[in-house]
């Protein structure tokens, strides 16, 4: 089964706008990683965030971790019509297959001009 | 490599065939994954292999499917039989040292079964 789940499943916005995505998942994690895919191909890492961390910030990215409520956010600011593209949540837990790191489902995104 | 290379980027076969699928990671990662994605859908975990290590195995779906890593480098993953629903995209990804890192992900071998 999923680890994580995205909310909402598909997104549409204008650019220039911010486009905010939410990921829940279910166990104990040692970091959280959030991916763009473009095309249904091959996933490009955006950013890591660790448990003990709260915030963290790359470029227009902006992600933030809520364990106490086993969640998420990605934030993108001044969307681009190039930052269309399908965004993962993948959570590696913190105990038993550490190293396996599960996908959520996927928030797709499209920027319109 | 510059990245992790997957071949064939696309194949088309007949129902009960067998295939192929062959990834290269980047050089000097120690650890391999395999992942599967149906259309419009996530990433499901196949395989993952950390170096001398026993693989991890507990997503491959049947026994129809196996992997092997030779030498610590390239895997292949294998499909015996193929069924329709093994038509999917297959990623490879591999990852540096340490066990938690990003991984960095090949373009995908795209499967159709006829």
């Known amino acids: 089964s999923q680890q994580g789940e995205e909310d909402p499943q598909a997104l549409s916005i204008q650019e220039g706008e911010n486009a905010t995505m939410n990921c829940s998942y279910k166990?104990?994690?040692?970091?959280l990683q959030w991916y763009r895919q473009n095309s249904g191909r091959g996933l490009v890492h955006l950013i890591l965030i660790r448990s003990n961390e709260r915030e963290k910030h790359s470029g227009r990215l902006r992600v933030t971790l809520d364990t106490s409520k086993k969640s998420s956010s990605l934030l993108i600011t001044a969307s681009r019509a190039a930052d269309t593209a399908s965004y993962f949540c993948?959570?590696?837990?913190?105990?038993?297959?550490?190293?396996?790191?599960?996908f959520g489902t996927g928030t797709r995104l499209q920027v319109t001009l | 490599g510059a990245g992790v290379s997957q071949s064939p980027s696309n194949k088309v076969t007949e129902k009960g065939k067998d295939v192929e699928l062959r990834c290269d990671p980047i050089?000097?990662?120690?650890?391999l994954y395999w992942y599967r994605q149906s259309l419009g859908q996530g990433l499901e975990f196949l395989i993952y292999?950390?170096?001398?290590?026993?693989?991890?195995k507990s997503g491959l779906p049947s026994d129809r499917f196996s992997a092997e890593r030779t030498g610590g480098s390239v895997s292949t993953l294998t499909i015996q039989r193929t069924q329709q629903e093994d038509s999917a995209v297959y990623l490879c990804?591999?990852?540096?040292?340490?066990?938690?890192?990003?991984?960095?992900f090949g373009e995908g071998s795209r499967l159709t079964v006829l």
């Open positions: 050089s000097g990662h120690t650890a």
């Open positions: 292999f950390q170096g001398n290590s026993a693989p991890d």
């Open positions: 990804a591999s990852r540096d040292r340490g066990n938690t890192g990003e991984l960095f």
């Open positions: 993948a959570t590696a837990a913190s105990k038993g297959t550490a190293s396996k790191l599960t």
């Open positions: 166990t104990s994690i040692n970091n």
